[in-house]
């Protein structure tokens, strides 16, 4: 199914869109703000964002670089040429003025998830690590890595923001989706059961935890003494 964010502070028109694109089969996320929107990327890629520009935390124009490969539609009141332009040539892929016809916004999308259809280079690495997010494979060199979809899910996040720490609480509501009844207990094993496999396969530990927090990637430094952290 195909999966569009949307980021807007604006809870009735955020309200709007999701009822619109839910009926035509979209699976929808929601941000309501630029800080926000961040963290749902950090967990989940979603084919296409509506952004909006005027945003509490970071504001709409802070976020577009951050949506490099991910086409993206501003929704915004600005109707001035000099706007529009510089937001197309900042990364977006098309922008739309508020307020709008829905059927005119369905058919920009539709052209838009055409367009970003052509198929690229998406995967995620480590080391000698892996993540290939079209085929849901995971690699350590040339050996494939069997994980289950919620220690996919888990991996996925950390390699897709790998300077952030991830709150337990975050990962849990992101991995509802695949798990349904996992806990903050159950994602300790989960996590402890994909650091095995990931040893097994002869890759070095890549995940630290953040004791009373989360997890998150390992860095360079850490890299060098990977064998003293537990999951807590």
Not at 7 to 22: A, F, R, S, Y
Not at 41 to 64: I, K, Q, W, Y
């Amino acid at each position: 199914m195909t999966r569009i964010l949307i980021i807007d502070d604006d809870i009735h028109i955020g309200n709007l869109l999701e009822d619109l694109l839910t009926r035509e089969g979209y699976q929808v996320f929601r941000a309501y703000s630029g800080t926000e929107a961040l963290l749902v990327l950090a967990t989940a890629r979603p084919d296409l964002v509506l952004l909006d520009l005027m945003l509490p935390g970071l504001s709409g124009e802070e976020v577009l670089p951050r949506l490099k490969g991910i086409p993206t539609i501003v929704l915004s009141a600005r109707a001035d040429v000099d706007s529009k332009v510089a937001l197309l040539l900042g990364g977006a892929a098309d922008y739309v003025t508020k307020p709008f016809d829905s059927r005119e916004l369905l058919a920009r999308i539709a052209v838009a998830l055409r367009r970003g259809a052509a198929p690229e280079d998406r995967s995620l690495a480590w080391e000698n690590l892996r993540l290939h997010p079209d085929a849901r494979q995971v690699f350590v060199e040339d050996r494939e890595v069997r994980l289950t979809r919620t220690e996919y899910a888990i991996l996925r996040a950390l390699l897709s923001n790998p300077t952030q720490v991830i709150p337990k609480s975050l990962l849990l509501d992101r991995l509802s989706e695949d798990t349904p009844d996992c806990t903050e207990q159950s994602l300790k094993m989960h996590v402890s059961n994909l650091r095995r496999k990931l040893r097994e396969a002869g890759c070095r530990d890549p995940i630290v935890a953040v004791w009373g927090i989360g997890f998150r990637l390992r860095d360079q430094e850490e890299q060098r003494s990977s064998s003293g952290f537990t999951v807590s």
